[in-house]
């Protein structure tokens, strides 16, 4: 009897080394601008050529504009990584989709959405965030860059085998509820790094009713319980949202590999090393009110109070309200914000922006607050287009940008100053994460659409 | 590579929790093309105010504490998968990072730039606080032979862990990717046996 995981990772082992770690075949790999410079040029210093250029798909998106792609980025430290991206895949041979291409975006929205991430595969990024793939039924996870030196020479890495955990979540998500709560209610649950050393499928009802792009949401969320990766078994919702996507398998091709997702399951009984179980009416609209992923509550409830928190942490604890300005017991909601940001490789794809949209469709902006719209690639902007979104979102005020990480990271100029508040989508409420002294209060798509209107922490349902 | 099998130093203590990699290295300085530099901007945030003047109370500028060792609080180094968080602390003169635990992928970065992430029980760790506030260049010796760990001001040692491959790594100076490309005719048989 096996997990899904270990399926995956047993067909992919090369070889084990006495005593050490696994030799793991990797089926694709995407290179950033960031967290790839310095392994290109190990590759030069020690003259290898990339090993299986096809398997490795490379696009910048941490460090460019989210307005006037068509120009060259201004800041000539950003625009020097970009440009050393375009240089190191024309020298090695790599797919490239640069800035502006109709395939740019975030790596881990244009991956799924064009059929490059499969069920089944073995997929890594210098990227933390590559957790998200594995809601095709995949494991993927992120490295660090000396290790994507070693993809680039041997299409392997080494990695310890983490072990196993299942999260279950019975029965159905309450109305006005979307995935990024759901996804912050476990990591609240589970704290940052509750889960290290772990690598969690995520399982239930509530799992198995959400969309795949739902999905993608929750199994990206899973590094910030500190899970080396999430996954989801594939069934009828991943085929056909695979179905006809640009780089899936064709015509006979596609019936294999049908053929072959469809045994990418859990055996029934098998015992993981870790397991928990969660009920979906029991979750809120999700906001955070620290400075870690972890400490997140319910929209309506207060923050928690000194006396529940550990010992050994409160100093922490104490420091990490202080810099996001509130005090322990009271409630966040009705709290004044700056800036609300919509986008990311969470909440950055198609379906969040219809979530934004309907929410303020013939409402306006509050007019105290700065508000990014930032598409997570080329392909949502174009349907945010084509379904006329764009359109609604103007007439309340809002403006749309270009797609990039953006906010998420404030690598380019979209950064919160000092000291203001800013409901995010995206998934790390770090100190500084959104410009020096930034507040983040992490959210999904519906409160911060609700933020965006009131100017306040909003409850959506109301 | 520098080989190590014994270390002694003075420590800098860093008794704080969940440390991130944000914190390590704030992503603004993740704009580099080379693993170069990044230790003069290892806790930048923390280290440095608004107008790039030194904040006394930082550990970092604290002339009291000096060594090759940090010894941080649990859950050290959470968050990003960046490397520059370990080129940062191997840059700035760290041989040794020890925490009662550490997020999995920095644990693998640090290794792989020669920084030994040591993992010790939490009560090791409240004794070196303990030591150090009455003895302020009490030192820690780590023994990659025999994988222990030592509170000089205690006498007291404690064992950690490592895998016996990164062990070999460490003591030899060797690297990962040497030993996979030695591995290349049996990468091309698993590619055609699958
Ligand atoms: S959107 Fe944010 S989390 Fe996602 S890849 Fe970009 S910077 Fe990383």
Redesign the pocket.
């Given at each position: 009897m096996k997990t899904l995981f270990d399926k995956i990772w047993e067909a992919h082992v090369v070889s084990t080394v006495e005593g050490g770690p696994t030799q793991l075949y990797i089926d694709r790999m995407y290179c950033h601008e960031v967290t790839s410079p310095q392994a290109f040029d190990g590759m030069r210093k020690r003259g290898l050529k990339v090993f299986r250029p096809a398997q490795n798909t490379c696009m910048p998106?941490?460090n460019i504009p989210t307005i006037d792609q068509e120009s060259p980025i201004a800041d000539p430290i950003s625009k020097n990584q970009v440009d050393t991206l375009t240089k190191n895949a024309q020298d090695f041979g790599l797919t490239h989709y640069q800035m502006g291409h109709e395939k740019n975006g975030?790596?881990?929205v244009v991956g799924p959405e064009n059929g490059l991430s499969l069920p089944g595969m073995t997929m890594v990024c210098g990227?933390s965030?590559t957790s998200t793939h594995g809601a095709l039924g995949a494991v993927a996870f992120g490295i660090g860059t000396s290790e994507v030196e070693m993809v680039l020479a041997t299409q392997c890495v080494f990695q310890s085998r983490p072990k196993t955990m299942r999260i279950i979540i019975n029965g159905k998500l309450k109305k006005g509820v979307t995935s990024k709560d759901l996804a912050l209610y476990v990591i609240a649950k589970t704290t940052t790094g509750g889960a290290t050393g772990y690598f969690v499928e995520y399982a239930g009802d509530a799992i198995r009713a959400l969309s795949m792009e739902e999905r993608l949401t929750v199994c990206n969320l899973s590094i910030e319980m500190g899970a080396r990766g999430g996954l989801v078994a594939p069934d009828e919702v991943t085929f056909e949202y695979l179905k006809g996507r640009e780089f899936t398998p064709k015509g006979e091709e596609w019936d294999k590999a049908l053929a072959h997702w469809k045994t990418l399951k859990t055996d029934e009984g098998t015992v993981f090393d870790k397991e928990v179980t969660y009920q979906a009416a029991d979750i809120e609209p999700m906001v955070t009110y620290g400075t870690n992923p972890g400490m997140g509550m319910g929209i309506n409830d207060t923050i928690p109070t000194l006396e529940s928190i550990d010992e050994a942490g409160r100093i922490s604890y104490i420091n990490s309200l202080k810099y996001m300005g509130y005090e322990p017991g009271e409630k966040i909601v009705g709290k004044a914000i700056d800036y609300v940001f919509l986008?990311?490789?969470?909440n950055?794809r198609i379906e969040d922006f219809r979530q934004f949209t309907d929410y303020v469709k013939g409402k306006k902006k509050a007019d105290n607050v700065i508000v990014w719209l930032v598409p997570g690639s080329w392909a949502v902007d174009k349907q945010i287009k084509a379904e006329g979104l764009d359109k609604i979102l103007i007439e309340a005020g809002f403006q749309l940008r270009q797609p990039g990480?953006s906010a998420?990271?404030a690598m380019n100029d979209d950064k919160v100053p000092a000291g203001k508040y800013s409901v995010s989508t995206?998934?790390?409420n770090f100190e500084g994460r959104q410009g020096p002294g930034a507040r983040t209060i992490l959210a999904g798509p519906l409160v911060a659409a609700a933020a965006a209107i009131t100017g306040k922490i909003t409850d959506p349902r109301i | 590579m520098e080989k190590f099998i014994t270390l002694t130093s003075t420590i800098v203590p860093l008794p704080i929790e969940n440390v991130d990699t944000d914190q390590i290295i704030p992503a603004r300085f993740l704009k580099a093309t080379s693993k170069d530099g990044f230790g003069d901007n290892l806790f930048r945030d923390w280290r440095y105010d608004k107008n790039d003047q030194p904040i006394a109370s930082f550990v970092l500028n604290n002339p009291t504490y000096t060594g090759q060792i940090l010894v941080a609080g649990k859950n050290f180094g959470s968050g990003?998968s960046r490397e520059h968080a370990a080129w940062a602390i191997a840059g700035y003169g760290f041989k040794v990072v020890v925490s009662s635990f550490f997020a999995d992928i920095f644990k693998n970065n640090a290794m792989n730039n020669f920084v030994l992430p040591v993992v010790v029980t939490e009560s090791f760790l409240a004794e070196i606080y303990e030591s150090l506030s009455y003895d302020s260049k009490m030192t820690l010796t780590i023994n990659l032979e025999a994988l222990t760990i030592t509170n000089n001001t205690y006498g007291k040692s404690e064992s950690f862990d490592i895998n016996p491959y990164k062990k070999e790594c460490f003591v030899k100076g060797l690297d990962d990717i040497d030993y996979l490309l030695s591995k290349k005719t049996q990468i091309e048989a698993y590619e055609k046996a699958r």
């Open positions: 998106d941490h975030i790596i881990h990227d965030h986008g990311s490789c969470t950055g990480c998420c990271l995206s998934n790390r | 990003s």
